[in-house]
């Protein structure tokens, strides 16, 4: 059974920091792209960040750059991604996605709430 389960998700003051973790199960992890997306309330999904398969390559949202690091250890089946100097508007519920072609087919978590608030 595949599954893909983030934690880490909580309520976090401006300024502060908050790690996702994403644990994969059920397929062959280290086939997979890995890439965090966000949906804020009204608003479409968006992409965060991505990893390779193989860790070599990472991309940030522009909107995020610079306060974003993503990692990934296959021995684990686990990605992390480290998020600090949050914002109000980085409020959203943050999804993990496993693809072979990033953005195309795969499997979704069921997310995990970020809300970044006094």
């Known amino acids: 059974q595949v599954q893909l389960v983030e934690s880490g998700g909580g309520l976090v003051q401006p300024g502060g920091s908050a790690r996702l973790s994403c644990a994969a199960s059920g397929f062959i992890f280290s086939r997979y792209h890995i890439t965090w997306y966000r949906q804020a309330p009204g608003k479409e999904r968006e992409l965060v960040a991505s990893?390779?398969?193989?860790?070599?390559?990472?991309t940030y949202a522009d909107s995020m750059k610079g306060r974003l690091t993503i990692s990934r250890d296959n021995a684990k089946s686990t990605v992390d991604l480290q998020m600090n100097s949050l914002k109000s508007e980085d409020t959203a519920v943050y999804y993990c996605?496993?693809?072979?072609?990033?953005?195309?087919?795969?499997?979704w978590g069921q997310g995990t709430q970020v809300t970044v608030s006094e």
């Open positions: 996605h496993a693809a072979i072609v990033v953005g195309v087919g795969g499997y």
């Open positions: 990893i390779t398969n193989t860790g070599g390559s990472t």
